[in-house]
């Protein structure tokens, strides 16, 4: 049988944690986040953290990693985890139920990542941000084997964005209505999707309930993606995402023959 996964990330706010998350958990792992587990105790506020709580978020976090490596399922853990004695309870848990524990790691963070996190505060002032990175960066310990980890490797930083034109290009053009999928279009979705430094966004001008209809879709469909009109690592200022590819059927670059 195969052996569960316990992936713990570390690296400082801001540095690409959770979107490395979001893709593992599209993958089928279950995700372990410290702030939601807190967002929920705390009634739904951002930031705060009551540390006369501490006990009761830590074992929130130990009941869902213990209920999911008992039922099969492999975890990831996405907090910053900066120093081994944050990660040591992660990993005793792990080996307790025999899991391969591998490590993620961003580093101590940077300019990069302290921009990214202040560029999307949510509520929280820019220097209470700045503060928190700091202190995040003179807390790092880089991860080892000797803690137990069975591997380390750097989280991924250099992310490759690929937004994809929804009618005409991932299914045929029938708008309003959703025509049947591009099968090569969904074929290079899927090859660029498995890469977890590939983010797959779909760029769509639907919007309201046609672009929930797509989202509807394209999950019976399996057909994956990551995010829809939106990149998470990049504010632009405008409607139009950041991507280093756009395809779109109107393009003349594309993957596939336009019928």
């Not at 705060?48 to 008992?70: G, Q, V």
């Not at 820019?126 to 000797?146: C, I």
């Not at 937004?163 to 999928?181: L, M, W």
């Amino acid at each position: 049988m195969k052996r569960q996964e316990l992936i713990i990330l570390t690296g400082n706010t801001g540095s690409g944690k959770s979107l490395t998350a979001s893709k593992l958990a599209k993958k089928g792992y279950v995700v372990v986040n410290g702030d939601s587990i807190t967002l929920m105790v705390q009634g739904g506020e951002y930031g705060i953290y009551d540390k006369a709580k501490s006990e009761i978020y830590h074992a929130a976090e130990l009941a869902i990693i213990e209920t999911a490596l008992s039922g099969g399922f492999s975890v990831v853990i996405d907090r910053t985890n900066m120093k081994i004695s944050d990660r040591k309870r992660y990993i005793e848990t792990g080996k307790k139920y025999e899991a391969r524990i591998h490590s993620y790691d961003w580093g101590p963070g940077n300019e990069k990542s302290l921009t990214r996190r202040i560029s999307k505060p949510n509520g929280i002032p820019v220097n209470t941000w700045n503060n928190v990175h700091a202190f995040m960066m003179n807390s790092y310990e880089a991860p080892t084997l000797d803690e137990g980890f069975d591997s380390r490797v750097s989280g991924p930083r250099d992310y490759r964005f690929y937004a994809f034109d929804f009618d005409g290009t991932i299914v045929e053009n029938k708008f309003p209505e959703i025509g049947a999928p591009i099968e090569a279009t969904v074929l290079k979705m899927r090859e660029l999707w498995q890469d977890l430094r590939k983010i797959v966004i779909v760029w769509t001008c639907r919007s309201g309930d046609y672009v929930n209809q797509a989202k509807d879709f394209m999950l019976k469909n399996n057909i994956p993606f990551d995010f829809i009109n939106e990149n998470p690592l990049f504010e632009m200022g405008s409607r139009k995402i950041y991507a280093h590819e756009y395809i779109d059927d109107r393009n003349a670059s594309v993957w596939y023959e336009a019928k």
